[in-house]
C-alpha cells in the first residue's frame, strides 16, 4: 500500500530544506569569502631544476580591496599570514580593486599598498598587474595606455611591478630567473582583446640557462608556455570562485575550465593556479576559501 507524507511531514521537510539552503547561502555570502582564510600548499621539483637550489614562494593573487569583502582589517590580516610563512619571496599576482558589481564601498588604493609595503621576504615582493586593475582606471582604459593607478602607488611603496620583464635572483649561491607578464586582457570593457602580454620578449630577457619562474594574470597563457619556464604562477579565476565536488559551475564548458584551479602538470610544464582572496562579478564564494598559496620548490639542503 502507498502511503503518502502527512501535511507536517511535506512541511517539515520543506522547513528542513529551506533552513538547509539558507545556511548554505549564509555561508557562501558571508562567512567563506570574508573570515575564511587558509595556506594551501604545494611542493616540487621542476624538471631541470637546479639542484640545491630550495625556495619557499609565498602567493597572494586576486585581492579584490573592498568593503564589505575585503577591508583594510582583512589586508592587515593577509599580510601577517603571508609574513608568517618566513617566505624566501611574495609574489602578489594582479587584481587590486574590485569590481563594481560587488562593492558597496571603495576602499582608497593608497590605503591598500601602505599596507602591502608589510610584506617583508629576503628575497623580495614582486607584483604584476591584472585586468581589474586596468578595468579600475578609466583614464589608462581611455588612453589604453599606462602606468595604471595599481602600479603607480605600488612601485611608491617600493614593491616593483613587471610587466614583460625578468629579472635575476640569487638564493644560497643559486641562480633563478623571475619573470612578470603584462595582463592578458587589459580593454575588454572597451571592446578590445588585445593584450598587453608579450610572452617572447620576455623570456628574451633571460640570459643563462637559470631556471625560470613566471607570474601571469590569467592563467591562458600557459598554453603556449614552453618548457623553458620551470613554474607558471597564475590567478584570475578564483578558483571559479563556487567548487561542488571539484568542479566549478561557473567554467565547466569555458576554455577556462582547464585551468581553473591548483596543480596542472602537462608534458615536462607545471602550472600552480591560485583560488585568490577577493570575489569578483558576484559576492560568493564557496567550496574554494580565500587563500595564500605557499609553494616549496627543490629540496630543502640537508645539514
Given amino acids: 500500500m502507498l502511503l503518502l507524507p502527512s501535511r507536517r511531514q511535506v512541511l517539515g521537510g520543506l522547513s528542513a530544506s529551506l533552513l538547509a539552503g539558507g545556511s548554505t547561502a549564509c555561508y557562501a555570502f558571508c562567512v567563506e569569502p570574508r573570515f575564511r582564510l ?3 600548499a604545494y611542493a616540487l621539483t ?3 631544476w637546479t639542484p640545491g637550489l630550495h625556495l619557499r614562494i609565498a602567493v597572494i593573487a586576486d585581492i579584490h580591496v573592498c568593503e564589505p569583502w575585503m577591508p583594510l582589517a ?7 599570514a603571508a609574513n608568517a610563512l618566513s617566505p624566501d619571496l611574495i609574489l602578489l599576482l594582479g587584481d587590486y580593486p574590485a569590481s563594481r558589481t560587488v562593492t558597496w564601498r571603495r576602499v582608497p588604493l593608497t590605503d591598500f599598498a601602505k599596507l602591502a609595503a608589510g610584506l ?3 628575497l623580495g615582493v614582486h607584483a604584476i598587474l591584472g585586468n581589474h586593475d586596468w578595468w579600475d582606471d578609466e583614464a589608462a582604459m581611455r588612453a589604453r595606455k599606462g602606468p595604471v593607478e595599481s602600479r603607480r602607488l605600488l612601485e611608491a611603496q617600493g614593491i616593483p611591478v613587471m610587466e614583460n620583464d ?17 595582463d592578458q586582457e587589459p580593454f575588454l570593457p572597451v571592446g578590445s582583446r588585445r593584450s598587453l602580454a608579450d610572452l617572447p620578449g620576455t623570456l628574451a630577457k633571460v640570459s643563462d640557462a637559470a631556471p625560470v619562474i613566471l607570474m601571469a594574470h590569467e592563467p591562458d597563457i600557459f598554453l603556449h608556455m614552453p618548457e623553458r619556464v620551470a613554474l607558471t604562477l597564475a590567478g584570475h579565476t578564483h ?3 563556487i567548487r561542488i565536488f571539484g568542479t566549478s559551475p561557473m567554467l565547466i564548458g569555458t576554455p577556462r575550465e582547464r585551468y581553473a584551479y591548483g596543480h596542472v602538470v602537462e608534458g615536462r610544464r607545471h602550472l600552480i593556479v591560485s583560488g585568490g582572496l577577493g570575489v569578483s562579478k558576484v559576492a560568493v564564494r564557496f567550496g574554494v576559501p580565500p587563500e595564500i ?5 627543490g629540496t630543502p639542503a640537508t645539514v
Avoid: M, N, S
Wanted: glycine fraction near 12%.
Fill in 293 to 297: 598559496v605557499l609553494v616549496e620548490l
Fill in 166 to 182: 625578468a629579472i635575476r635572483l640569487v638564493k644560497d649561491g643559486h641562480a633563478f630567473w623571475l619573470a612578470g607578464l603584462a
Fill in 74 to 80: 582583512r589586508v592587515e590580516e593577509i599580510v601577517a
Fill in 46 to 48: 621542476p624538471p631541470g
Fill in 120 to 122: 617583508r621576504a629576503p
Fill in 239 to 241: 578558483g571559479g570562485q
Fill in 38 to 40: 587558509v595556506t594551501t
